[in-house]
């Protein structure tokens, strides 16, 4: 079965930084877009960035472009979230989904497996 594992969450001042890992296990995951999404309270969870199953091809939200970058490393199965100058608007619970797919797909419809979620949080 397909498993995600997020790590690397925390407690952070704004203006510092944080990297995300997300381990899959359960398959070869080469041929699987890879993302993550985030969620604060009262809120939907929405997408944060999104790379391809080669690397090559990415998508970020406006709101994190040139802060954040996604990142990936096929032979570990494991995608990567660099977050630089955060913010405390970047405060919520960061999940990692998986999808079966040569595409950049941005909705979290339809992604097929989640990870559990790991807390930011930025402190102003």
């Known amino acids: 079965q397909v498993q995600l594992t997020e790590s690397g969450g925390g407690l952070v001042q704004a203006g510092g930084s944080l990297r995300l890992s997300c381990a899959a296990s359960?398959?070869?995951?080469?041929?699987?877009?890879m993302a993550w999404f985030r969620q604060a309270p009262g809120t939907e969870r929405e997408v944060v960035a999104v790379?391809?199953?080669?690397?090559?091809?990415?998508y970020y939200a406006d709101s994190i472009k040139g802060r954040f970058t996604i990142s990936r490393d096929n032979a570990k199965s494991t995608v990567y979230l660099q977050m630089n100058s955060l913010k405390p608007e970047d405060t919520a619970v960061y999940y990692c989904?998986?999808?079966?797919?040569?595409?950049?797909?941005?909705?979290?419809?339809?992604?097929?497996?989640w990870g559990q979620g790991t807390q930011v949080t930025v402190s102003s």
């Open positions: 359960g398959r070869t995951f080469s041929n699987y877009a």
């Open positions: 790379i391809n199953w080669s690397g090559y091809n990415t």
């Open positions: 989904a998986v999808k079966r797919t040569l595409l950049v797909i941005t909705s979290r419809y339809q992604y097929d497996y």
